[in-house]
């Protein structure tokens, strides 16, 4: 007996009322046939995010030490982009996916991830660290305090961890050098700082004054951003 469309309006005898008598006993409404659909309506506790999109682009597959990249992140909505960093001892991100290559004595890679509506994105990012190298004939060296006399012409560049140049005209610019001494006056030890002239950006080369104090030390630096390296050289008179 269906009674899903009845009501009752209170006023009617109870002897008199459809449902009452012995052979006819009303039902409950059959909810089973009729289930209740909150999925559409439930904003809080799911998401459908098979639809939504997020990638990562770069300019390239890897950076130095104390550069700075700007990655990008595209989506396919306007969710809010968190950016993170798996190694933060090679590479941070900023919240507006500036990636900044820290100042490592290793090379490594470190896995940049851009998370939105649920979704990750990631990108692997190679981090090469670089170092001050002399030249020694047609070779580059990172010797221990390597010895020279006055006179001569100190040429040094930045290699990477396989002593190979850098010659990377982005880098290159913005590599700074400088030069210092903490046991003598700096204006004996270094006579003329030669400019690059023709020679490839990536060369510094140093003139050693005609008479410095026997076993001077002259500490010539590299500097990028936050990262730096460094070599001494020993002066000595003849």
Partial sequence: MAISGFTSCGDEPQHHRPGTHSSDTIQPPDSTHHPTDTTSRDTTTSRDTTRFTISIAAPRPYGYMGQTMQLTATTSS???????????????????GMVTFANSRTDGQAIIS???????????????????????????TVPEAPTVHPGDTLVLTIVDSGLRTIDDGALNAACRWSYSSRNANISTLVAQVL?????????TRYVIGPSPANGAILIVKASLGDAASSMQVVISNP
């Fill in 195 to 203: 400019p690059s002239g023709t020679s490839p950006l990536w060369l």
């Fill in 78 to 96: 306007r969710a809010p982009i968190v950016w993170s960093s798996s190694r933060t001892d090679l590479a941070t991100v900023d919240q507006s």
């Fill in 114 to 140: 851009a998370t939105a509506n649920g979704v990750t994105a990631t990108l692997p990012l190679e981090c090469r660290c670089w170092q001050v190298a002399m030249q020694d004939g047609t070779a580059w």
